[in-house]
């Protein structure tokens, strides 16, 4: 969405949202169209001082990118989840970029999700381990405040459970501190009727 706003929206400040746990997570948002980047389950599992790692990260992917040698050895394995355009080894040093310089930087090479291959595959809900689960809390606050709200505590065992008609499989609640959250794979969209495809929630 951030990538679709950007491309018809040019000069709008948009505000990028959802998965910004480090500074590659949100060097992907920035990537993306996101001027800004707007943290919050981080916040809520790790503390604020993930804000001020994130920040000290995106200075070090500024200044790597204005050196050769950085750029070189340092970006390309920048990270499991790095996201990081190519890069010209003649520039030779460059003045240090802002975030304001990168943003929308790899807007044309981002593509809609139907365009990958398999994605009518891509259908799992989540569930909880009742066994592992220490009814902290933080599966249920991630899924109201980013997701569909499909998690509730069961006042009978103490646990928290997963509604299976509202999970729309979005991963929110992967924060789960104890592993007790996993994700079981359903029918692809392609195994579906046209009537039960029309009764499938995709979003939220």
Known sequence: HINHVARHNAG???MGSGGARS???ALQLIYAGAGIVQVCSAVQRYSY???????QGLQFVLYCRSRPDLRLHLLEGYGEESLLPAVED???VTPVESVMDITGELCAFVGERGELEGVEKWRVHAQI???SCISCGLCATSCRDNGPA???LDKATGKFVIDADTCVG????????TGAITYKQIPGLDDLTEEQRANITLGF
Do not use: L, R, W
């Open 49 to 55: 001082e993930i804000v001020h790692e994130m920040i």
């Open 12 to 14: 709008i400040q948009i």
């Open 170 to 177: 979005c991963a929110m609640c992967s924060m789960c501190p």
């Open 23 to 25: 500074a590659m997570t």
């Open 150 to 152: 499909a998690i509730g």
């Open 129 to 131: 381990n009742p066994d």
């Open 90 to 92: 003649n520039k030779g």
